[in-house]
Nanobody, 125 residues
Framework: VQLQASGGGLVQAGGSLRLSCAGSGFRFDYYSLGWFRQAPGKERETVSTISRSGGSTFYADSVKGRFTVSRLNAKNTVYLQMDKLKPEDTAIYYC???????????????????WGQGTLVTVSS
């Protein structure tokens, strides 16, 4: 199982970025996917997760209404559209995968077995 995150960068507050995470080496549509982040000096936190079909999603309260998670199983890719970015969104963002049954939507990072390398998002004020 391999996950490759991309799309991070430097953006001004109020701006947008779209993160992508491409999976390989596994049956992508058998896995729930998640986005997590870790800011300097802080613990890792869940940003958003999405079920196998994309029919169920979870968002942290801090990003609700600003971030949108989606997946395209035909392209083995999960996305995180981030709008109205704030300086407190600055962090390394990681994608992760966990084999799941259809109805399952894992939320905690400890529930995920496979992780990508992370992509840095920096939001300037």
């Amino acid at each position: 199982v391999q996950l490759q995150a991309s799309g991070g960068g430097l953006v001004q507050a109020g701006g947008s970025l779209r993160l992508s995470c491409a999976g390989s080496g596994f049956r992508f549509d058998y896995y729930s996917l998640g986005w997590f982040r870790q800011a300097p000096g802080k613990e890792r936190e869940t940003v958003s997760t999405i079920s196998r079909s994309g029919g169920s999603t979870f968002y942290a309260d801090s990003v609700k209404g600003r971030f949108t998670v989606s997946r395209l199983n035909a392209k083995n890719t999960v996305y995180l559209q981030m709008d109205k970015l704030k300086p407190e969104d600055t962090a390394i963002y990681y994608c992760a995968a966990r084999r799941s049954i259809l109805s399952h939507l894992p939320i905690q990072g400890d529930d995920y077995a496979y992780w990508g390398q992370g992509t840095l998002v920096t939001v300037s004020s």
